[in-house]
């Protein structure tokens, strides 16, 4: 941003750059009303245009909004600002203010090796404490993972970025609806890798995998690409994590489990759940006690007919009273119990008993024959024998044993093919599973080249929706597909989003003129925004910009060039060079230390060698690096005052000649005659003097 959008609201000023993800910058920044630090997260001006990432912004600020929990990042105010994109085109930007969290991410401190069982424990129940919370609320995160979670310095864990925030009720968009798996791939829950819909459970699987991923420094799947670890998630087991760091405890192994089974069913069913299981693990104690308990269950009690049908004719005997007769079995009957023998052949038949309104007859003496027996003509003895009732208890019993060991082994295959019946049901389930994810996977065809209308064409046929945005590209002629995101080859969701690259020919930067005057640091910052490169920087004089101040960029300032371009900066050093000044007029003097943005110093002379008014000398001398307003001593030649003139004497008449007769008296001379005070040759101009000639006199009478 320029220095003219540095306040959002008039509230919000906008300081450095503290974070990036994939669509947006954070800043760390200063509410100017209440005097507090705050974070400011502002949408790239790249991915303004596009709706599902204005949506998915503006869903974050009102899910985040309607949280308030110590251990959720605040969100205080949200707006747009007007910025410029890469193509120069105004776009609005929206931005949350935030609260600012001194600390750093969990992925940050597993980077540093920060990270141990204990603690992993212990800011694991803060998250899960957030997680309760916001299903309390009927909002679902669907993307927790560890660069979402951030621990302050204080140990205090805050939850952030419900970009992708769901209320519950809603939440079965995720691939039914949109056909797009949302959410971090490491991290994802089975029914979101289905397209099925999701719940607060989906967000415990999800906080389960960074349990794993903070005790083994790993994620529980990992993958050549995301749709392969998306299949990790719906169809394999998850390693246990003392096999991979051996400091973890097997009750900690028994939480992660849990947490990462398959069926939503059979995990943890709250936030809370799952941290009194976590926070009993960490003591050392059975996670889940309830389990055991539930393990111990009461076989039920064998009906009266059941028992009574049971009933044998030894072990069983006859309670008789005035209301009736009452059958009961003994649980553990004697294999030998003692009892009468019967007399002989003669004997009389048993009495008859009576109950007062039935009459018991006990039944007649079972007849057993030997089934080895070869004929009927055997002896009475053997006959006898035979009928022995000893005998008759040993038979039964065999047959009883014989009875018994027939159903162990029907109850053993019984088992077998109950154990084959599951593990075949498991395996199919997971082909099934397999099946319907591969069913719902399409591959991004190769459009590079293709006119805009022929790759639109490709990627409908291919059961994905095109999105248009256009690049610049030095090899693709404008108008024709550079590419797609995601690239091409790749395997995604069918029905999926894919943002279509239309070249808008070689990319042309506009060197922005507000540079000059700012420093290098702003400088450098909005050049490689633009795409262009710092070649070098020169400290050059400047007599108008400060200090460490842009003076001027080579390519200038406003002119167009290509991105990739490397641009040279020209730094004031805050010096000027200062200029020739003898031989110049005063006024001469004066301007020219003004353009240099320096001051004139005038010392007079006098001198009759130089003319008048011009500089002789000056301090600096020319060419010396002076700071800027420094002021320059110059010495100006003044005329020297005139010496006073002689006063002039009165010329005294030249005494008339007496003629005589011999000579003429003599003409009077009218030369001019030099002064005997100067020497002719000395004087280029000699000073004329004029004597004035005398009257002319008559001649004289010759004397007598």
């Known amino acids: 941003m320029s220095g003219q959008q540095r306040i959002l609201n008039d509230r919000y000023e906008v300081g450095e750059l503290i974070g990036r993800g994939g669509m947006a910058d954070v800043h760390q920044g200063r509410d100017l009303r209440l005097g507090r630090r705050v974070a400011i997260k502002l949408m790239r001006p790249d991915l303004a245009r596009d709706p599902q990432f204005q949506s998915r912004f503006r869903r974050e600020a009102h899910s985040s909004a309607a949280l308030n929990h110590p251990n959720i990042v605040s969100v205080f105010d949200t707006g747009d600002i007007r910025l410029e994109d890469t193509a120069h085109h105004g776009v609005m930007c929206p931005f949350l203010v935030m609260e ?4 750093q991410t969990l992925r940050e401190l597993q980077r540093r090796g920060e990270v141990d069982p204990e603690s992993a424990a212990r800011w694991m129940r803060g998250v899960l404490e957030a997680l309760d919370y916001s299903h309390s609320q009927g909002i679902v995160h669907r993307d927790i993972k560890p660069a979402n979670i951030m621990v302050t310095r204080g140990d205090v864990v805050k939850v952030m970025d419900f970009g992708i925030a769901r209320a519950l009720a809603d939440s079965a968009a995720t691939m039914t609806q949109t ?3 949302v959410g971090t791939a490491q991290y994802l829950a089975p029914e979101q890798a289905r397209g099925e819909k999701v719940d607060a459970r989906s967000d415990l699987y999800s906080a389960g995998c960074v349990l794993f991923d903070l005790l083994t420094g790993r994620p529980p799947f990992q993958g050549d690409s995301p749709v392969a670890v998306a299949y990790q998630h719906v169809r394999e087991d998850p390693p246990v994590p003392s096999t991979v760091n051996s400091l973890v405890t097997p009750q900690l192994d028994a939480v992660v489990a849990r947490a990462l089974t398959k069926d939503p069913a059979d995990r943890y069913q709250s936030g809370r759940e799952f941290s009194q299981a976590l926070q009993r ?20 009690a064998a009906s009266t007919s059941a028992a009574a049908g049971a009933l044998g004719a030894e072990g069983a005997g006859a309670d008789v009273g005035t209301g009736g007769i009452s059958a009961v079995q003994d649980p553990y009957p004697d294999p030998q119990p003692t009892q009468a023998l019967p007399g002989l052949e003669d004997e009389e038949p048993p009495p008859r008993l009576t109950t007062g309104r039935h009459e018991v007859v006990p039944p007649p003496p079972l007849e057993y024959r030997d089934p080895r027996s070869p004929s009927t003509d055997q002896t009475r003895e053997a006959d006898q024998d035979a009928d022995h009732p000893l005998r008759m208890r040993h038979e039964d019993d065999s047959h009883r044993r014989r009875g018994a060991g027939a159903k162990a082994v029907v109850g053993v295959l019984v088992v077998l093919l109950a154990i084959g019946a599951v593990i075949g049901g498991w395996f199919l389930v997971q082909e099934l599973n397999r099946r319907s994810v591969e069913a719902n996977q399409v591959s991004v065809p190769t459009v590079r080249g293709l006119t805009q209308m022929e790759a639109q064409n490709a990627l409908t046929q291919a059961d994905l929706r095109p999105i248009l945005t256009e690049v610049f590209d030095d090899e693709i002629d404008p108008g024709r597909a550079v590419g797609t995101d995601p690239a091409e080859g790749s395997t995604v969701t069918r029905d999926r989003e894919v943002t279509l690259q239309i070249s808008g020919g070689p990319e042309q930067v506009t060197l922005p003129e507000d ?25 050059v004089e400047s007599s108008t910009v400060p200090r460490d101040r842009l003076v001027e960029t080579s390519p ?10 490397a641009v040279e900066l020209h730094m004031s050093n805050g010096q000027v060079s200062v200029p020739s000044l003898t031989g110049l007029t005063d006024e001469e003097a004066l ?33 010396d690096l002076v700071a800027q307003d420094s002021s320059i001593t110059v010495r100006v030649a003044q005329a020297p005052e005139p010496s006073p003139s002689p006063t002039p004497s009165s010329p005294s008449p030249t005494p008339t000649p007496t003629p005589t007769s011999e000579s003429p008296s003599p003409t009077p001379s009218e030369e001019p005659s030099p002064t005997p005070s100067e020497d002719p040759s000395s004087s280029a101009e000699p000073t004329v003097s004029v004597e004035p000639s005398p ?5 004289g009478t010759p004397s007598d």
């Open 556 to 565: 200038a300032l406003g002119s167009t060039v290509r991105s990739g371009s």
């Open 179 to 181: 056909q797009a798996v």
């Open 281 to 300: 693990a960490s003591a050392g104690q059975d996670p889940h006690p309830e389990r055991d308990d539930d393990a111990t269950t009461a076989l039920p």
């Open 695 to 699: 009257e002319p006199s008559n001649p």
């Open 591 to 623: 301007e020219a230390v003004q353009e240099v943005g320096l001051r004139l110093s005038v010392v007079p002379v006098t001198t009759s060698s130089t003319e008048e008014g011009r500089v002789i000398e000056q301090d600096p001398p020319s060419g």
């Open 515 to 539: 540079l000059a005057g700012q420093s290098e640091a702003t400088v450098r910052d909005t050049l490689e925004g633009l795409g262009l490169t710092i070649s070098s920087v020169r400290d």
């Open 100 to 103: 600012f969290v001194d600390g």
